[in-house]
């Protein structure tokens, strides 16, 4: 069984910056994608940012040029360098990741809060 484990959300100033950080730990074989996903209150899940094995990257658009997502696959570890922070930004962010072969599993979820 694979178990997440998300840190590094918190509180901060508008335009400040956090860093997340999700590890996988486990029975691990091979991971193909790795991202984030949000959700604040009252809204649908959203996609964040993904990142595959090979290093390729997507982004949603509010999110370009602010947020960085990269991983260490040695480490099964994926990290979101969040920069430049709104409070529109403020939600859960729930990392999650794509086996292959295998269902999606998600991390627990972190809360991030951005004060105006």
């Known amino acids: 069984q694979v178990q997440l484990v998300e840190s590094g959300g918190g509180l901060v100033q508008g335009g400040g910056s956090l860093r997340l950080s999700c590890a996988a730990s486990?029975?691990?074989?091979?991971?193909?994608?790795m991202g984030w996903y949000r959700q604040a209150p009252g809204k649908q899940r959203e996609l964040v940012a993904i990142i595959t094995s090979r290093g390729s990257t997507t982004y949603a658009d509010f999110v370009k040029g602010r947020f960085t997502i990269s991983r260490d696959n040695a480490e099964n570890t994926v990290w979101l360098q969040m920069n430049s922070l709104k409070p529109d930004d403020t939600a859960v962010y729930y990392c999650?990741?794509?086996?292959?072969?295998?269902?999606?599993?998600w991390g627990q979820g972190t809360q991030v809060t951005v004060s105006s």
């Open positions: 486990g029975s691990i074989f091979a991971i193909n994608d």
């Open positions: 999650y990741i794509q086996e292959n072969g295998y269902p999606v599993t």
